[in-house]
């Protein structure tokens, strides 16, 4: 009897420990919380491009709340991945999306946007390998400010109206 007991005071604490590294497992998987400045942007991105958001930008959701469109990296707690293909976006590309320096692949292929190409995203370069804009409605010219795009190795603009 006593033996059984000792077995299920092991149990309870095996069941506690458990819970406590789940809980801990859980906050990790959740814990990318980006800066107030890089909501503030992402919030705006999606205001200029008509993207259909049913919940508003906060530090705590843009990480998880649109994983097949906003991704981040963990480390430095900054978006890495945009990718908007077919999202029946319009509007135009804001200016402020040029302060995610971190950013690596940006894609809003097949949509609607008009506007011009923003000479401002030029600091993307420092970490930028992909960026695709085709089959939308774009204007203007290809900015000289992205020369010194120097890590791509994808960059897609056909089927615009770019001169
Ligand atoms: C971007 O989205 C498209 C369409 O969903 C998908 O085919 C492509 O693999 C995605 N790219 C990345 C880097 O996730
Ligand atoms: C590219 O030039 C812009 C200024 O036009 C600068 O802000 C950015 O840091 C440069 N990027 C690289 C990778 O040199």
Not at 3 to 14: S, Y
């Amino acid at each position: 009897m006593r033996g059984m007991r000792a077995f299920h005071v092991l149990i309870f604490f095996l069941c506690v420990i458990g819970t406590v590294v789940l809980h801990v497992l859980a906050g990790s998987a959740q814990a990318v919380v980006i800066s107030q400045d890089a909501a503030v942007v992402l919030s705006e991105f999606f205001v200029a491009v008509t993207f259909n958001n049913a919940t508003p930008v906060t530090v705590n959701n843009a990480c998880s709340e649109w994983p097949q469109h906003v991704v981040c990296n963990a480390l430095s707690q900054s978006i890495k991945t945009l990718n908007f293909t077919s999202q029946q976006l319009s509007g135009t590309l804001p200016t402020s999306l040029s302060r995610f320096t971190g950013l690596t692949y940006f894609n809003v292929a097949d949509n609607s946007i008009g506007g011009t190409l923003p000479p401002e995203y030029s600091p993307w370069g420092a970490s930028v390998y992909y960026v695709s804009a085709s089959i939308n409605a774009l204007t203007g010219s290809l900015p000289p400010e992205y020369h010194n795009w120097t890590l791509l190795n994808g960059f897609d603009v056909t089927s615009n109206q770019l001169s």
